[in-house]
Nanobody, 125 residues
């Protein structure tokens, strides 16, 4: 079992930056790949970014490429999501997810078996 926690989130102005963190714990949390998804009100869950367990491979959704960066936490089994040049359309609940293996379906929510509770990010002036 893997327990995923993603504290953080909040209100930020357009053009601003924010960092989200996510950690995974539990007996099966070692050597897992992790990803971020987001879901805006009334919309489907959207892939944001994913990273392999050793950090050597990362993927990004088209809407965040060049603005968001996913990286592994150095001391814990977790990830950061650094978000910059934020836009109002980035407003959503952001979810961290974990999977034992990062495959070709890395951008599909169904590929991840463990999820955090979500954290709200609001981009507004």
């Amino acid at each position: 079992q893997v327990h995923v926690v993603e504290p953080g989130g909040g209100l930020v102005q357009p053009g601003g930056s924010l960092i989200l963190a996510c950690t995974a714990s539990g007996s099966a949390s070692a050597a897992i790949a992790m990803g971020w998804f987001r879901q805006a009100l009334g919309k489907a869950r959207e892939f944001v970014a994913a990273i392999s367990w050793f950090g050597g491979t990362s993927y990004y959704g088209d809407s965040v490429k060049g603005r968001f960066t996913i990286s592994r936490l150095s001391a814990e089994n977790g990830v950061y999501l650094r978000m910059r040049s934020l836009k109002p359309e980035d407003t959503a609940v952001y979810y961290c997810a974990a999977t034992p293996r990062l495959g070709t379906d890395y951008d599909s929510p169904s590929a991840y078996g463990f999820w955090g509770q979500g954290t709200q990010v609001t981009v507004s002036s």
